[in-house]
């Protein structure tokens, strides 16, 4: 609940004026030396000391009343379903946070994120005998169908530089969720199929590179809405929400295709989003998507209904049984 109420509370300081990393932890700014205990500040008497600690006092009631505000208003509520706290905000709250999207600001409130296959880059490489067990790295799907009881020819070239294209989709969004991209399953798959051409259009590629430059193009192109377009206007030329920069995109797709048990782990996951999105699709009461809907569906995403994730479904899965033929190095 603090941490909500931190984040509203500084969207408000944002559109006063100032910025809250202009002040010390306890809202002080230029905080006194120890030597300095006991003396006022230059020009500031006593009764306006008193006014200011008054004034203090005054805020922190007032910080303390709006937090037991938004405590009340989600209590009893899944604190992950961002529809439910969607409909607890009031219409202030809303209108600050569509600013905030609308400004690209919103990404300044994230935390750092490590995601599951990055490495340290001056690591020593380390032979192991069994595959990583990092509580991270999603669980690979089980059961993966044999690809020649799927396909009895050669498969295509192109299936490997079509898998750099929907792997460097999916890092883009495990980056932009900050790993918490199950919690919004269908803006996550919105937003994937938006980057990945291949996905979207069926595209195949005969390039590594244009696998990945694709991703920053699709990003770019189509600005991902209002939102992801004033974040490139504001940001400059390649910086969006969803695409960091072409150095990173290139480094991820590197690192999620290095292993047969990454390209697995990834595609788990792309399914398993994908599965949640179609579940999602059986709501029958359409306002309970009202949050998915204003900031994915109809914010420059392709629209996806049930028909097309179960085609994702499907190629998916044959993407699960091209790349679990491959030997294990």
């Known amino acids: 609940m603090r941490k909500i109420y931190d984040i509203l509370k500084r969207m408000r300081e944002a559109d006063a004026g100032f910025n809250p990393e202009d002040f010390d932890a306890d809202g002080l700014d230029n905080p006194l030396d120890s030597d300095d205990e006991g003396q006022l500040p230059q020009g500031v008497d006593e009764h306006e000391e008193e006014e200011v600690e008054f004034g203090d006092a005054t805020e922190q009631a007032d910080e303390e009343e709006q937090l037991v505000d938004i405590a009340?208003?989600?209590?009893?509520?899944?604190?992950?379903?961002?529809d439910e706290v969607w409909s607890r905000l009031t219409e202030e709250e809303r209108q600050e946070f569509q600013k905030l999207i609308a400004n690209g600001d919103i990404m300044k409130l994230m935390p750092d994120y490590k995601p599951w296959w990055s490495k340290p880059k001056d690591s020593k490489i380390v032979v192991i005998t069994k595959e990583p067990e990092d509580k991270n790295i999603p669980e690979i799907s089980q059961n993966i169908p044999n690809f020649n009881d799927i396909r009895k020819k050669t498969p295509s070239p192109c299936l490997h530089f079509n898998l750099w294209n929907i792997l460097s989709?999916?890092?883009?969004?495990?980056?932009?969720?900050?790993?918490?991209?199950?919690?919004?399953?269908?803006?996550?798959?919105?937003?994937?199929?938006?980057?990945s051409s291949t996905l979207k259009y069926g595209t195949n590629?005969?390039?590594?590179?244009?696998?990945?430059?694709?991703?920053?193009?699709?990003?770019?192109?189509?600005?991902?809405?209002?939102?992801?377009?004033?974040?490139?206007?504001?940001?400059?030329?390649g910086m969006n929400f969803l695409v960091e920069s072409k150095e990173q995109l290139?480094?991820?797709?590197?690192?999620?295709?290095?292993?047969?048990?990454?390209?697995?782990?990834?595609l788990s996951d792309v399914l398993q989003l994908l599965q949640q999105a179609k579940a999602l699709s059986k709501r029958q009461n359409s306002g309970e998507a009202e949050f998915q809907k204003l900031f994915a569906l109809a914010s420059g995403s392709v629209e996806i209904n049930r028909t097309k994730l179960t085609q994702f479904i499907k190629k998916i899965e044959f993407m699960q049984s091209y790349v679990s033929r491959e030997e294990v190095l």
């Open 205 to 237: 590629f005969e390039d590594a590179e244009d696998a990945i430059i694709s991703v920053q193009m699709e990003a770019c192109t189509t600005g991902n809405g209002p939102a992801g377009a004033a974040t490139v206007g504001s940001a400059g030329a």
């Open 169 to 195: 989709a999916y890092s883009c969004i495990v980056r932009f969720f900050a790993g918490e991209q199950h919690t919004n399953a269908s803006e996550a798959v919105a937003h994937l199929v938006n980057l």
């Open 72 to 82: 009340d208003r989600l209590k009893g509520i899944d604190i992950n379903d961002a």
């Open 250 to 266: 290139q480094q991820d797709a590197r690192q999620l295709m290095s292993t047969r048990h990454n390209k697995l782990a990834a």
